[in-house]
């Protein structure tokens, strides 16, 4: 069982930059494919950014390319989202997802992949 926690989330103003973090139980951590995802108020849960579990290979949403940049250290369990450029439309609530399926090569975008979920933090840009 994995246990992931989120943190660094908050209020920002447009233009600004935060970086979330995402800190996983258990030893296994550097086996599991991960990805963010987000959920804003009234809407779907939307794929941001996902990291193949061989650390090489990343795949953004089209909404956040060339502004967040998700990145991991295993040596500290660890799967992290800097943001810059932030946006009110990135408003949302974040969360860290893991997989133990796919391949070692290939992000995952799919929610329905993931086994793992963490409980979200809460992003807000002001305009």
């Known amino acids: 069982q994995v246990q992931l926690v989120e943190s660094g989330g908050g209020l920002v103003q447009a233009g600004g930059s935060l970086r979330l973090s995402c800190t996983a139980s258990g030893p296994t951590f550097r086996t599991y494919n991960l990805g963010w995802f987000r959920r804003a108020p009234g809407q779907e849960r939307e794929f941001v950014a996902a990291?193949?579990?061989?650390?090489?290979?990343?795949n953004h949403a089209d909404s956040v390319k060339g502004r967040f940049t998700i990145s991991r250290d295993n040596a500290k369990n660890t799967v992290y989202l800097q943001m810059n450029s932030l946006q009110p439309e990135d408003t949302a609530v974040y969360y860290c997802a893991a997989s133990s399926q796919g391949f070692p090569t290939i992000p995952i975008r799919r929610p329905d992949l993931y086994n793992y979920w963490g409980q979200g933090t809460q992003v807000t840009v002001s305009s």
């Open positions: 990291m193949a579990r061989s650390g090489a290979i990343t």
